[in-house]
């Protein structure tokens, strides 16, 4: 029994660092986020996603934490002792994380107005910056900004009377309580045999759960930094007009709404499966360049690793060559790109 609560104070330790230090791989501004940034003019700004790590000393906060609850190092603890321990250990990391958050801000300068979220207790902090606010806080050694769906991916629609975003509001207050959605945005609006709007891609989430990296394939786009957050696990999803209802994007690509693959393939970041000569498009060039390094003709791409080092995975994909997602890059998958292609 007491190795049993020793393993479970260790997991709980464990647990608690990897908050405290997840992500912690260098800064870098995507590609998609510069294209934005060039095309916006200097006073604009425009939703920024940022994570903050800190490289807290996991002793001191050890240290802390057994001072704060009476307890002694090294001895074994109950299990109401664990988890007293475990959630006062939390506690500690998150104040230390909601001080670092607010001298980023200071750091910077932003407004209160231009302040979207900034959780107290986590590092996760969405800040509307210019161009110059961007580059600045790229140059901080803490901070990694994310791309998923921290940029606008078409314009967005007009407002009008059938914008859903209180419908988006409503479903994400029946299903959670005190929820505040933190993002909304109408990405397309697909329209039935009668010209009517029957679905509605959305990217949109809430601070229920702050959204945190996640890699997933929706499709044949490679999305790696999408976000998990409440209530889509891949930060998008699909209005369902017709029957009153949203269903994230994964499932709605299983359900077969008509046009949703293509539409996503085109609307959504990230990169293709099977994209072998980096225009952003699947055609029978491709499937020749794939079809070469297969024969030994030409060496694959050295960008054709899907990198994971961030995130979860839930693919067996770990090449963009390898079009059936089957974990290898062989023949096979250069069949089922042609077919893909003639199918268009």
């Known amino acids: 029994m007491k190795k049993a609560l020793s393993i479970l104070l260790a997991i709980a330790v464990l647990l608690s660092c990897m908050t405290i230090t997840a992500f912690a791989t260098g800064t870098k501004i995507s590609d998609s986020l510069l294209q934005v940034m060039k095309a916006m003019p200097d006073n604009e700004r425009i939703e ?3 994570w903050l790590y800190y490289q807290h000393d996991a002793d001191l906060i050890e240290h802390k934490t057994f001072e704060e609850c009476g307890l002694t190092a090294g001895t074994c603890m109950t299990l109401e002792e664990v988890d007293i321990y475990s959630k006062t250990y939390n506690r500690i990391a998150g104040e230390l994380e909601a001080a670092g ?18 959780g107290t207790t986590s590092p996760l902090v969405i800040l509307r910056l ?12 803490e901070v990694q900004i994310l791309d998923y769906g921290d940029t606008v991916l ?9 914008s859903y975003r209180s419908r988006f509001e409503d479903y ?25 709007t029957d679905w509605v891609l959305i990217n949109g989430y809430t601070n229920m759960e702050y959204p945190a990296p996640l890699n997933t394939i929706i499709g044949n786009r490679v999305i ?9 696990d891949s930060g998008y999803g699909v209005y ?14 299983r359900k077969g709404y008509d046009g949703f693959v293509k539409v996503f393939d085109e609307l959504g970041s990230g990169r293709l499966l ?15 360049v794939m079809q070469r390094c297969q024969v030994g003709v030409r060496d694959y791409p050295t960008d054709d690793e899907i990198r994971v080092d961030d995130g979860l995975w839930s693919y067996s994909a770990k090449y963009y060559s390898d079009f059936d997602r089957d974990g290898t890059r062989s023949i096979l998958d250069v069949t089922k790109l042609q077919r893909y292609l003639i199918d268009l």
């Open 101 to 118: 958050n607010k001298a980023l801000i200071e750091k910077v300068g932003v407004a209160d107005e231009d302040i979207i979220f900034c």
């Open 154 to 162: 078409v314009n967005e629609p007009t407002p009008s009377s059938d």
């Open 172 to 196: 994400c207050d029946q299903q959670f309580n005190d929820v505040e959605v933190l993002r909304y945005k109408e990405l397309y609006r697909h329209k039935d045999k009668n010209g009517e």
């Open 240 to 253: 369902d007009v017709k029957n009153d209802t949203f269903v994230d994007a994964q499932s709605a690509s």
């Open 48 to 50: 920024t996603c940022i």
């Open 130 to 141: 210019t161009k110059e606010e961007i580059y600045t806080i790229a140059e901080l050694d």
């Open 224 to 232: 790696l930094l999408g976000s998990c957050g409440v209530p889509f």
């Open 274 to 288: 099977g994209d072998l000569d980096g225009d952003d498009q699947l055609t029978i060039i491709d499937a020749t």
